[in-house]
C-alpha cells in the first residue's frame, strides 16, 4: 500500500498530477464499499474532496447524474399526512365543544332572565362570615 510521503507534493506538482481511471475507479469502489472514506482518500493522495466526489460521480454507481437521492421516506410522509389528519380531526372536536359551551352559556342566560335568578356563580368566592347566627327576634 501507497504512504501519504509518496504522493507528498508542491501545490505545482499536485495541479500537474494525473490519476489513471482505473486508480480512480479503485478509490471510488473503495468508497462504496466502505473500505475508506473521501476525507481518508483526501489525506493520503493529497487530492481535494472536490476532485473525489467528481469520481464519485464519473465512476460510482451511486453518484450516476441520473440518480437523484430522496431523503424522505415514505413512512415520513405517511406519519405527516397522519398527524395533518389528527390535527383536523381535533380542530372539528374543538369546535364541537365550543359550540356545547355557547349552547350552554345562551341556556343559562335564558334561564336567568325567565326566572330571576342568578344561576351563575363566581368561582373563587367565598361566602361572607358573619357575627354569628341570625335569629328573628
Known amino acids: ?13 499536485r495541479q500537474r498530477r494525473i490519476f489513471s481511471i482505473s486508480f480512480k475507479q479503485k478509490k471510488v469502489r473503495e468508497i462504496e464499499q466502505k473500505i475508506t472514506t473521501v476525507s481518508q482518500v483526501c489525506r493520503q493522495y493529497e487530492v ?8 464519485l460521480k464519473l465512476y460510482g454507481d451511486s ?39 355557547d349552547f350552554k352559556d345562551k341556556m343559562i342566560e335564558l334561564a336567568e332572565e325567565m326566572y330571576g335568578v342568578d344561576i351563575k356563580k ?8 358573619g357575627s354569628g347566627t341570625t335569629e328573628k327576634k
Open 1 to 13: 500500500m501507497a504512504t501519504r510521503e509518496q504522493f507528498k507534493q508542491s501545490i505545482k506538482e
Open 48 to 55: 481535494t474532496g472536490a476532485a473525489v466526489y467528481k469520481w
Open 63 to 101: 453518484y450516476k447524474k441520473e440518480t437523484k437521492t430522496i431523503v424522505e421516506l415514505e413512512s415520513d410522509t405517511r406519519k405527516l399526512i397522519e398527524m395533518k389528519a389528527r390535527i383536523a380531526e381535533l380542530e372539528q372536536i374543538i369546535g364541537q365543544k365550543q359550540v356545547q359551551i
Open 122 to 129: 363566581k368561582l373563587g368566592t367565598k361566602p361572607l362570615s
